[in-house]
């Protein structure tokens, strides 16, 4: 299917949600090389929760500061405003997609956890081939397989179908998507992420994290996520929806110039990475409590 379908359907799911007005603001601040820290700080505090849940990541283990970091501008000083971007994107797609719950076949807590194990994996592998924004791998990690919620929540039916056919024979998840709507989660992340004017790696992440060496063109980080996804995908971290098990091939690692010792190396830290980032996974049970109590 064409691009301009992907379009139409996006259209035609009215409720799709757009990212909160301040994260939008953050985001085109960001990339004007004339934003100062104090800009940043004074967008993010005019939304209070946001900035309280910008707070206890920050100060989680995950990030393992010795003392407290108290407001937005001194976490921005420490960590840098591209982190506190990435982190409030997090935090509000958790907002959007982490509180809704599993509708049917489809598990949302363990496609969370797989989004989130890719997240840390990313960031682990990123960190190791010195790739500028280790932060931004975090996040690609994170919202690689977005498309699949969305999928969930609003094409409910047929990805119901896609999940059934799954169970009939052993296929790539994104393949039975394109057999039955005629594109995949990959394909209409890749739209929402342009409409979110999110930064090109990001979209490209999502765009191609399946097959990254067809798009050569991308940036590295798409090569990064993949190898994050192949990662947790053969770790068991959460399920993804599908039990066919993707290669890492031999490209890919020759083109991240990763050695074998390296890839030793992330397979045994990633489980207590994952334990760290126990406070992501809690953002979106916690969401899903708030929601339950109130409905
Ligand atoms: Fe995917
Ligand atoms: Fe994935």
Redesign the pocket.
């Known amino acids: 299917m064409e691009k301009v379908n992907i379009e139409r359907i996006i259209e035609r799911i009215k409720d799709l949600p757009t990212l909160p007005d301040v994260v939008m603001k953050v985001n085109q601040l960001a990339n004007d090389p004339k934003t100062s820290a104090t800009d940043i700080a004074k967008i993010i505090t005019t939304d209070q929760s946001l900035s309280m849940k910008i707070l206890k990541l920050v100060n989680s283990a995950f990030f393992g500061f010795p003392g407290e970091i108290k407001s937005i501008s001194h976490a921005i000083t420490i960590l840098g405003f591209k982190t506190i971007q990435n982190i409030a994107l997090t935090i509000s797609v958790f907002d959007m997609f982490g509180k809704s719950k599993s509708l049917g076949n489809f598990d949302r807590k363990e496609f969370w956890k ?1 989004s989130i194990g ?1 997240a840390v994996c990313g960031r682990l592998v990123a960190t190791k081939l010195h790739y500028e924004d280790a932060d931004l791998a975090f996040t690609g990690g994170l919202l ?2 977005i498309g699949k919620i969305i999928l969930d929540q609003y094409l409910h039916n047929e990805f119901v179908k896609v999940l059934e056919e799954l169970t009939k024979k052993p296929a790539f998840i994104y393949d039975v998507e394109k057999e039955v709507l005629g594109f995949n989660h990959s394909n209409l992340g890749e739209q929402l992420a342009s409409n979110w004017k999110l930064p090109k790696p990001l979209i490209d992440v999502i765009g191609h994290h399946h097959k990254p060496m067809a798009h050569p063109q991308d940036d590295k980080l798409t090569y990064i996520v993949h190898m994050a ?1 192949v990662i947790c995908r053969a770790k068991k971290i959460g399920a ?1 929806g599908d039990s066919r098990q993707p290669k890492l091939g031999k490209e890919i690692v020759e083109e991240l110039g990763f050695s074998l010792l390296d890839l030793e190396l992330i397979l045994r830290q990633v489980n207590s990475e994952m334990n760290k980032a126990i406070d992501f996974l809690k953002l979106t049970s916690a969401a899903s409590r708030e929601q339950s109590t109130s409905s």
């Open positions: 797989h890719c690689h397989d996804d993804n």
